[in-house]
């Protein structure tokens, strides 16, 4: 795709986005029904899962950016996997602030340990690791070798937290339970937010690529115009 | 023997080679010359493979195709640092490196590598013990254990004694005469002049000069190398 | 192939029996934790049997840690990691035998370990033993498996072994929470048909970042 059409794509993607969430914030804050025992407090639903859901798949694509940086040795995938990276620890972020938000009025504590709240803190931890390693590797070719190797290890390790955690939360049980059931009547607000969200992703993942793309060339500027002295 | 074509290699914008060439025959002892900082290590390393270049091509024994596995079994490398244990014994070490190249590792034949190196005598303590040239002198046996075909050596002459400089130079002949391909990096002109056929000068990344050892003398070539690293 | 992994392995133990570097600090670390805690827990004494599965495997943790920095950084030293790197081996095979000395290493500060327990908080255990050495040992394995590689990681970076807790601790969590559960399972309810679960969680986690690791050892060796 050439410039000119990335460009077109950016504009499209953009109205969309403001589109999406504009229908996003009117569902979920007006068309949605009020739910019975928490109120409007519940609306933070349609913000708190999705985020987590597109945090995972910033993470799916990081570790297939990571595997195929491995396979092909091309610096692209190495931009992707970056790019998915930071996006993805944005969006756990979004999951971890919104949980405590939700827990107070609900339980009067800020935070739960529930099974979703606690993978989500660890699964944040696992990539502000990926993100630690990268920085503190100044060589560009090795830390993409050694982030994507610790990428590889991140997403693996992701499913056996879950089921760690929530097995240890099964012999400790909390009285404290999110709400997991949506109603029908929920469902288009959650999907609509869900879609927005994904959106969202998308163009900031773009963003971010072309701004690591953007360092590369002038890397590789600097190279040529060293070979040429 | 080696082919290398187009080699460069980047730590993100320093450019430590930018497209080096260079054909080694088989048999030939190639001594490297630059400036510090020139790219004399950064090129044994990546020929070692110790290092990955960031583009050009390099094929160890053309024209045969060897996995880096291969590659490895067919060199040896040394450098300033010894990569012996300095908590174990001159023997322990040599036993160690041994298996893992699946080399003899019983006692008497790791006692006669020894001796080819002088240190018959002394094997039983530890490396940490050892005098630089002593250590030097154990390296030399570790890293040519297997008898590889090429040797790789950077700058190995530094440290060393005389009786150390004499020994060196004694083991690289014979191994020259035993027919080896020999590249060692190296700062002392008239030693590497003494020591080589062919004489190359790595400048800003790239072979500057690259002349067979028949074609001039050694005040020629000092010349010529004092010119290229003036240039700038 | 196993001729040289015991190699590694031999010549790692062979070193470390001589210095005792990584098994002084690795016991001595691991016996001060245990005084720290005592401390803090001092507001929950009558209970602390309770409280010894988390304490134990923190004091595990932490000198593990210790021990794995120290796996790369003796290699560093004049430079070993080249000569390592010039032997035609698999790089798996220097990932398998160094992961397996850093296994014996910790399991010998563990049971030291778990011995000053016993006397700090006043515990007697008899027939749990061989369950605890089953606990031990797969936790271990599980713990050295993923740390081995992300030592290999962290020794490359600016910062060094200061890395390597920060990369390895959200990994390993799923060792230390089943770890923990099953030791307490021991120590606590006795209750043996629940250490299916936990055992089997860590066994999957050994196995998968056992494989991993040494697919991946490659891309990390460097010098």
Not at chain 1, 1 to 23: A, E, F, N, P, W
Not at chain 1, 163 to 184: A, C, K, N, Q, Y
Not at chain 1, 205 to 229: G, H, K, P, S
Not at chain 3, 29 to 38: A, T
Request: net charge positive.
């Amino acid at each position: 795709m050439d410039h000119k059409s990335q460009s077109r794509l950016d504009t499209v993607l953009g109205v969309l986005l403001l589109v999406s969430m504009i229908g996003a914030l009117y569902m979920a804050f007006l068309g949605a029904p009020r739910e019975k025992t928490m109120g409007d407090l519940q609306r933070i639903f349609y913000f708190h899962v999705p985020a987590g859901m597109t945090g995972l798949t910033a993470f799916a694509v990081n570790f297939v950016a990571s595997v195929m940086f491995l396979v092909k040795k091309d610096r692209w995938w190495d931009n992707l996997a970056l790019s998915a990276a930071e996006i993805g620890v944005i969006f756990v972020s979004i999951v971890l602030v919104t949980g405590p938000i939700w827990a107070k009025p609900v339980w009067f504590v800020w935070w739960t340990w529930s099974p979703r709240l606690t993978s989500s803190l660890i699964l944040w931890m696992l990539y502000v690791a990926y993100l630690l390693v990268r920085n503190y590797v100044p060589d560009p070719d090795r830390r993409a070798t050694m982030s994507a190797v610790f990428g590889i290890v991140a997403f693996v390790d992701a499913p056996i937290v879950w089921f760690s955690v929530r097995w240890w939360r099964d012999i400790h049980p909390s009285p404290m339970l999110e709400t997991g059931g949506l109603s029908p009547a929920m469902r288009p607000a959650f999907w609509t937010c869900w879609a927005a969200f994904q959106i969202l992703f998308i163009y900031l993942i773009r963003r971010r690529f072309y701004l690591e793309a953007a360092r590369n060339n002038v890397e590789w500027l600097v190279r040529r115009a060293d070979t040429l002295r | 023997m080696i082919e290398v074509r187009g080699l460069a290699k980047y730590f993100g914008r320093f450019s430590a080679l930018r497209d080096l060439h260079l054909s080694v025959g088989e048999g030939e002892f190639i001594a490297l010359f630059g400036r510090n900082g020139a790219g004399k290590t950064t090129f044994l390393r990546i020929l070692a493979g110790l290092s990955r270049p960031s583009s050009g091509e390099m094929r160890i024994l053309a024209p045969h195709v060897l996995t880096p596995r291969e590659a490895r079994g067919s060199m040896g490398y040394l450098s300033h640092n010894t990569a012996l244990y300095a908590d174990l014994t001159a023997l322990e070490n040599l036993r160690f490196f041994a298996r893992l190249m699946n080399l003899p590792s019983g006692d008497g034949d790791l006692a006669e590598k020894i001796a080819r190196v002088g240190l018959l005598g002394r094997e039983r303590e530890p490396v940490r013990n050892y005098s630089r040239g002593m250590q030097q002198r154990l390296a030399i046996a570790r890293a040519f254990l297997h008898d590889p075909v090429i040797l790789l050596l950077d700058e190995p002459f530094t440290g060393l004694d005389q009786h150390g400089t004499d020994f060196l130079k004694a083991y690289l002949a014979d191994a020259h005469a035993r027919g080896r391909t020999c590249l060692m990096a190296i700062h002392d002109a008239p030693l590497g002049y003494e020591l080589a056929d062919r004489l190359v000068v790595i400048e800003k990344g790239v072979a500057a000069l690259d002349v067979a050892k028949a074609a001039l003398t050694l005040e020629q070539f000092m010349d010529r190398y004092k010119a290229l690293a003036e240039e700038r | 192939m196993l001729a040289k992994i015991w190699a590694i392995f031999r010549k790692d133990l062979l070193i470390e029996l001589r210095t005792k570097d990584s098994l002084n600090a690795m016991l001595f670390f691991g016996i001060v934790v245990l005084v720290i805690f005592n401390f803090a827990l001092e507001s929950v004494r009558e209970s602390i049997r309770s409280a010894v599965p988390g304490v134990l495997w923190v004091a595990f943790a932490f000198s593990g840690t210790l021990g794995l920095n120290r796996m790369f950084a003796a290699e560093k030293e004049n430079s070993c990691l080249q000569g390592l790197l010039m032997l035609p081996v698999d790089r798996g095979v220097i990932y398998l035998g160094k992961m397996l000395a850093a296994t014996v290493f910790m399991l010998i500060t563990e049971v030291v370990i778990f011995v000053f327990s016993l006397v700090f908080f006043n515990l007697t255990v008899w027939n749990e033993i061989p369950y605890l050495v089953l606990v031990f040992f797969i936790g271990t394995l599980g713990f050295t498996a993923v740390g081995a590689l992300l030592s290999a990681i962290s020794v490359n970076t600016k910062m060094r072994e200061v890395l390597l807790p920060l990369i390895l601790f959200p990994v390993i969590l799923p060792i230390l929470v089943n770890a923990v559960e099953a030791t307490s399972i021991i120590l606590n309810t006795v209750d043996y048909r629940t250490l299916k679960l936990p055992l089997t969680i860590m066994s999957v986690f050994t196995i998968v970042f056992g494989t991993i690791s040494y697919l991946l050892f490659e891309y990390v060796l460097e010098d």
